[in-house]
């Protein structure tokens, strides 16, 4: 049985930081270090997006709205994806979930963790 366990949210003034972890097993994720894994984030009223990537030895890949702010990590070992955020702006306020890289390997999604940026 998959599990998809993501934390670490909460509400920050504008400027802040906040680290999410992901902890996630089952189905694929048994072979966690094989994969290319992703943070996505959800505003409300706005499709999932997908913010960040890492492949299975650490190259990273980010959308160009949280470049040189965010910074994803994995630990291959310990099945964890992090995600880093520094210098916080309104518009990161979101649901961040982590699931699989490539669209076509998406494990079922977890509850995600909710992100507030907001003074």
């Known amino acids: 049985q998959v599990q998809v366990v993501e934390s670490g949210g909460g509400l920050v003034p504008p400027g802040g930081s906040l680290t999410l972890s992901c902890v996630v097993s089952g189905g694929i994720f048994d072979y966690f270090s094989s994969y290319l894994m992703g943070w996505y984030r959800q505003a409300p009223g706005k499709q999932r997006e997908l913010v960040a990537t890492?492949?299975?030895?650490?190259?990273?890949n980010y959308e160009d709205s949280v470049k040189d702010r965010f910074t994803i990590s994995r630990d291959n070992t310990k099945n964890t994806v992090w995600l880093q955020m520094n210098s916080l702006k309104p518009e990161d306020t979101a649901a961040y979930y982590c699931?699989?890289?490539?669209?076509?390997?998406?494990?079922?999604w977890g509850q995600g963790t909710q992100v507030t940026v907001s003074s």
């Open positions: 890492i492949a299975a030895f650490g190259k990273a």
């Open positions: 699931n699989a890289g490539d669209s076509i390997l998406r494990q079922p």
